[in-house]
């Protein structure tokens, strides 16, 4: 039974900073491309970041880069999402999805999906 599980979000003030967390079980996770979308009220869910199997390559959302940071520890079977200088619509819930072998930034390539975890920024 595949699992993947989010951690790390919060309320927290703009500016702030988070790190993100998804632990995947069930899976070889190095086998696993993975990503990062997120989901605001009443909006639909977005591409945020993904990141190859190995780590060698990360792509990101125009309206995210330069500010989040996709990163992988295959020893751990945890991806991560760094997220910096947090601005208020950045407000959705966060999930995570593992995608087998191949990198993509539509949802619906991904196999498996998180429950999702809340980031609020408050101004």
């Known amino acids: 039974q595949v699992q993947l599980v989010e951690s790390g979000g919060g309320l927290v003030q703009a500016g702030a900073s988070l790190k993100l967390s998804c632990a995947a079980s069930g899976l070889t996770f190095s086998d696993y491309a993975m990503g990062w979308f997120r989901q605001a009220p009443g909006k639909e869910r977005e591409f945020v970041a993904a990141?190859?199997?190995?780590?060698?390559?990360?792509y990101y959302a125009d309206s995210v880069k330069g500010r989040f940071t996709i990163s992988r520890d295959n020893a751990k079977n945890t991806v991560y999402l760094q997220i910096n200088s947090l601005k208020p619509e950045d407000t959705a819930v966060y999930y995570c999805?593992?995608?087998?072998?191949?990198?993509?930034?539509?949802?619906?390539?991904?196999?498996?999906w998180g429950q999702g975890t809340q980031v609020t920024v408050s101004s």
């Open positions: 990141i190859s199997w190995s780590g060698g390559s990360a």
């Open positions: 999805a593992a995608d087998l072998l191949v990198v993509a930034t539509s949802s619906y390539e991904y196999d498996y």
